[in-house]
């Protein structure tokens, strides 16, 4: 989490260089890929908010009824697939936006 808040501030603090360049003809590409990308770090911010909150419905709907054994395994394969899902937010973000 601190990882993405450093990240972000950090894309958004140099905005200005990328900025300049949109006005040339030449080098405005630059500035077009970086807002992309600037994007896509917003984009995947709000997906892990999205991510965190399904996985959060899940957990709780977890009942003990059907034994412990069960609901400690289903508790691990939501986790697993939590942490894979989050790994893929960064991918999936930059594919949508266009980001390279």
Not at 3 to 32: C, D, K, Q, W, Y
Not at 33 to 43: P, R
């Amino acid at each position: 989490m601190a990882r993405r808040r450093v990240l972000t501030l950090l894309m958004t603090s140099l905005a200005p260089i990328p900025f300049a360049t949109i006005a040339n003809r030449e080098a405005g590409h630059m500035g077009h890929n970086y807002f992309k990308s600037l994007f896509a770090v917003g984009f995947q911010g709000m997906l892990i908010m999205v991510c965190m909150a399904i996985y959060a419905v899940l957990v709780q709907g977890i009942a003990a009824g059907g034994g412990l054994m069960g609901a400690i395994w289903t508790c691990v394969g939501y986790t697993v697939l939590l942490c894979f899902v989050l790994f893929k937010t960064g991918s999936l973000s930059k594919s949508i936006w266009g980001a390279h």
